[in-house]
């Protein structure tokens, strides 16, 4: 059985298997199956993008599951902003550094409390071209005042965890992947493959589906 991730991002898709490990799954990337066209994430909501994501790979590849995945950054003081348009928010050919500037800049001279923000991803899960299920995370912390740290990607810099005293990219990548909302919402994935019976448990691996 394969768990096709509708995304190219080979990160995503290596830290993905990473967490499904355990499970009898062939986890691959839209890469891995020479998938062609782009399915544009044009969605009002996060969960709009994923479902469409979804739903366009597992209309072709009918017998696998498919997992659409969106994912972006909400700040409360800017009524749920950046939203689904984290990665352009700066405009549509913003690197990470110019949206964490533009984000900066909105919050200058906001207090703490306005500062709350968080992490969010919504997974859809598809088989058939059919909509199976629907699986939302988020991982809670802060704008800090200024960039700090190089690990990480996207916000990373000036995303503050308070229960590190640290942004997310001053923390070791593999500490990030056991908290982000990105891990938690594929650990409820996993679970519910395995509740279902759909995907047995790989008595072999290390983790022995757990
Ligand atoms: P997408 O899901 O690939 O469309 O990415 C959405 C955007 O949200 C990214 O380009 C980042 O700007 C932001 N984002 C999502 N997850 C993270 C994360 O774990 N760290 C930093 N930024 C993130």
Redesign the pocket.
Known sequence: MRLIIA?R?KGKVREISEILKGLKLAVVSLGDISFKSDIE?NGRTFFANARKKAIAVSKIYRSDYVAG?????AVGYLKGRPGVR??RFAGPCAG?EE?NLKLLRELDGVRQSGRRAS?Y?CVVLARGGKFIKKFEARLPGFIAGRPRGNN?????PI?YLPQYKKT?AQIPLKEKNKI???AKVFGKVKRYLLEKKTIKPDIFSASGGK
Not at 69 to 73: K, M, N, Y
Not at 152 to 156: A, E, L, M, N, P
């Open positions: 995304t991002n994430e995945e969106d994912s972006g950054l984290s990665r990470d949206n992490y991803c990480g990607f996207g916000y990373d995303f997310a982000s909302h990105r």
